[in-house]
Structures are given as structure tokens and as C-alpha cells.
């Protein structure tokens, strides 16, 4: 995973936090609120509550939890970007959702925490989402780089409505890397770069590949339904 930022100011992390467990809504709020810069200023424990609110609160951060739905998680983080485009995405997940999570980092999600760790990591998570630096797994910087390549497939597609999304090869390089490696730090040294660098490359990708993909979130939402017999 990526290493925390050195340099903070002194501004509010605003936060909100979507789960549809009362008591894992209150531990991560208690948890993120023990830090002196970090807000939370609301909780919803529903799709329509936390659209809603975000739109209300314009928060920095938001954490999800897939058990809302795997499909409504989707739209909902989409429909959360278009509506408050500055915000950062961090999604509480298990171990058996690997389908929905690499959707859900298609649409938005900056980052990821299984849901038994989320209240010890509230806060370092948080920190990170605000600046931008992704928080990640290699299965999702496997999904990531396969994402672009599926876009480069397509790219020659008439139903391709917008410019896809495209990584140099630089960017190619560094995913290849870290997703051989496992590790920022062993990416870096291997491509004679600082970990910042490394970690600024994958941000890069993130944000290309979500500007992008906030159109076709509805499209990602029905093939899951469709996958699940819906």
C-alpha cells in the first residue's frame, strides 16, 4: 500500500460515511472523528440518504460499504461524482466481493479496506483519499491496468461515445511493476523512481480512467444485474 503524506494543513477533512450497519456506522464515525482535522458530517444508511446527503454536505471523503448492494454501490458513487466531482471514494469491502470492487474502482473508488479493519484505518485512509493518493491492493492495480487495456480493445468500437482513456509507457511500465511486485517501494527501485513518483502515476491512471467511466456507470450496474440473474 501507499505511504502517507509527510506534509498536512491545518484544513478539515470533510466525511461522509454509508454502511447499512448501525453499529459499523458509529465505530468508523468514532474512529474518524478521534482526529482534529477530520469531520464527519453525516451518516446514511441507505443509497437515496447517502446521495442526498452528499449532496448536502459536498464532503471531501466518502466511505462505503458494499453491503449496501454491489450494483447500487456503483451508482451511487457515480452518481456521488457527478454531482460533488471532488470527492474521494473509500470502500469497505469482504473478502468475496472482488467483482463488485473492480467496479466499483472503475466508477470512482480511490480505496479499499476490508470492513473488520475499518476503524483502525479510518483515519490514515481518510488522510490519503483527501490528498489523492489511492489506496490499493494488486488485484486492483491488476483491474486498473486491465480496465485501460480493455478500453484500447474497444477504442475502434461506433457505440464508443467518448475518447478512452490511454497510458503511456511510462504509466504501463510503472502498473506492470507494481502489479509484478506487489509493492511501491519495489516498484521504485526497479524503475530507478521515488515512491511519490510511483504513487503519482497510479493516481494519474485513477483519475483518467474515472473521468472517463462516470457515463457508463448505468452500463456496469446492468451487466452486474444481468450476471446475477436480475
Given at each position: 500500500m501507499f505511504g502517507a503524506p509527510d506534509k498536512w494543513s491545518d484544513a478539515t477533512v470533510s466525511v461522509l460515511v454509508?454502511?447499512?450497519?448501525?453499529?459499523?456506522?458509529?465505530?468508523?464515525?468514532?474512529?474518524?472523528?478521534?482526529?482534529?482535522?477530520?469531520e464527519v458530517?453525516?451518516?446514511?444508511?441507505?443509497?437515496?440518504?447517502?446521495?442526498?446527503?452528499?449532496?448536502?454536505a459536498t464532503p471531501d471523503v466518502v466511505w462505503i460499504g458494499?453491503?449496501?448492494g454491489g450494483v447500487l454501490v456503483v451508482r451511487l458513487i457515480a452518481?456521488?461524482?457527478?454531482?460533488?466531482?471532488?470527492?474521494?471514494?473509500?470502500?469497505?469491502?469482504?473478502p468475496d466481493e472482488g467483482d463488485d470492487r473492480a467496479r466499483a474502482l472503475k466508477v470512482g473508488a480511490h480505496a479499499f479496506v476490508r470492513r473488520d479493519e475499518a476503524a483502525a484505518e479510518a483515519v490514515r485512509i481518510t488522510d490519503r483519499a483527501a490528498w489523492g493518493i489511492p489506496?490499493?491492493?494488486?488485484?486492483?492495480?491488476l483491474a486498473l491496468r486491465d480496465a485501460f487495456a480493455a478500453f484500447e480493445r474497444q477504442s475502434a468500437s461506433l457505440q464508443q461515445q467518448l475518447e478512452p482513456p490511454?497510458?503511456?509507457?511510462?504509466?504501463?511500465?510503472?502498473l506492470d511493476a507494481l502489479v509484478e511486485g506487489g509493492s511501491v517501494s519495489g516498484a521504485?527501485?526497479?524503475?530507478?523512481?521515488?515512491?511519490d513518483a510511483v504513487e503519482g502515476v497510479v493516481a494519474s491512471a485513477l483519475e483518467r480512467l474515472q473521468r472517463h467511466s462516470r457515463t457508463?456507470?448505468?452500463?456496469?450496474?446492468?451487466?452486474?444485474?444481468?450476471?446475477?440473474?436480475?
Open positions: 454509508c454502511d447499512d450497519a448501525a453499529l459499523a456506522r458509529r465505530q468508523l464515525t468514532v474512529a474518524l472523528e478521534a482526529s482534529d482535522h477530520i458530517m453525516s451518516e446514511a444508511a441507505d443509497v437515496e440518504t447517502a446521495l442526498a446527503e452528499a449532496v448536502e458494499l453491503h449496501l452518481s456521488i461524482r457527478e454531482l460533488v466531482p471532488g470527492a474521494r471514494f473509500v470502500v469497505m469491502c469482504g489506496t490499493l491492493e494488486e488485484r486492483d492495480l490511454r497510458l503511456d509507457e511510462h504509466a504501463r511500465a510503472v521504485a527501485t526497479s524503475l530507478g523512481l521515488s515512491e457508463e456507470a448505468m452500463a456496469y450496474a446492468a451487466d452486474q444485474q444481468v450476471s446475477e440473474g436480475g
